[in-house]
């Protein structure tokens, strides 16, 4: 019991450290890579699904827009809820999800039951990925907040880089309920590694005073005009980016004959190339005016992307992918700034770009000079723009 009280106490107070903390870390970082596999490890295989059932691009689309309804429809709440029910609780059903969906998808008879189960995906893939971030920034010490979020970051890179690579390969090597296996199989691995790693964190928690300061922190924090900019920026990169998940596949398979390997080569350049250079626009936003890089990086990666149904040679369109994806970075990190000096004030999981309720302040090791925000209400914060 005793054991017990200390390893909430380290998780609420962020004081884990060395073999334990690196564990903890490994195994969090696992799970969030092997969640964000699950999204993508069916990107080039719905075309063939909807030659398959006969299927229509529009009804496609939607089965394929399931899962963004569900985080929507999700995302609200669930940070709040696993501040009651503990982060550790929540992350394991997620991932316990992720390994029944897996096998569902392999009985699939109808493009509907396709559309239920991204439905449901989205859903545990909230339980999971924004959950298990928001865990680390629980358990990282201050003073190496920003090295560790920097490198867990990295986790949903690497995940949203494989699962179209690891779905395209498996499913044009062996079949498409292979690929479904491959990903229930991980979600095994990782349910695993946070069952035995994760400490346990219910109890940590007083949810009857964080329940009373999120709710009138985030009214200011929402009437911030930075913030509103965010937000439409997210709308508008999750408009096109989705688009592309959605419909390229489908052209490429329909129009250039493109096989699974292919499409998922394409897809997951956009991703690598914001794993290679988010680190050093990093940099950048930490030295030049961020504004400038956001509306660079925020306006070049559509533009950037008008060029791709004009290009049939496979590298080009990967060149020009991986391209789209470093301007993506290029505003992203930039982005990402802003909101860690948000978050000193209002918790890194209630800033935008993350949907888990925190309850403790932001740990962040980024120190610069103000600038007020003005807000409609007069309420104003500060940060660098």
Known sequence: MALRADTLLAVSEGTLEGRRYAWTFASL??????????????????????????????????????????????????????????RRRLILAGLAGFTILSLLYTQVTSLWQIGVLRFAQGAASMMVTPIAQAYVGDITPRRRAGLMMNVFYSSMFLGVSLGPLIGGWVGETWSHEAAFV???????????????????DHGSRRPKAAARAPSARLRDLVALNPVKGMLLHFAARGFWRQGVNMFYPIYAASALGFGETQIGTILSAYFFGGAVLQIPFGFLADRFRRMPQIVIGGLGAPLLLIAVPFLRNQWAVV??????????????ASILGIRTELGKSYGMARSPGSRAGRSQPARSSVRRSPVRYPTASGFSGSSRS
């Open 182 to 200: 491959a990903m229930g199989l991980l979600s095994v691995v990782a349910l695993l590694m946070v069952a035995v790693w994760v400490p346990a």
């Open 319 to 332: 060149a020009v992918m991986f391209g789209i994806g470093g301007l993506s970075a290029l505003a992203r």
């Open 29 to 86: 970082f696992v799970a969030t890579a092997v969640a964000l596999i699950g999204i993508g490890i069916i990107a080039p295989i719905l075309p063939l699904y909807g030659k398959t059932f006969a299927a229509r691009a529009s009804s496609l689309g939607l089965a394929f827009a399931a899962f963004a309804v569900s985080r929507a429809l999700v995302g609200p709440w669930i940070g709040r809820f696993s501040d009651r029910v503990g």
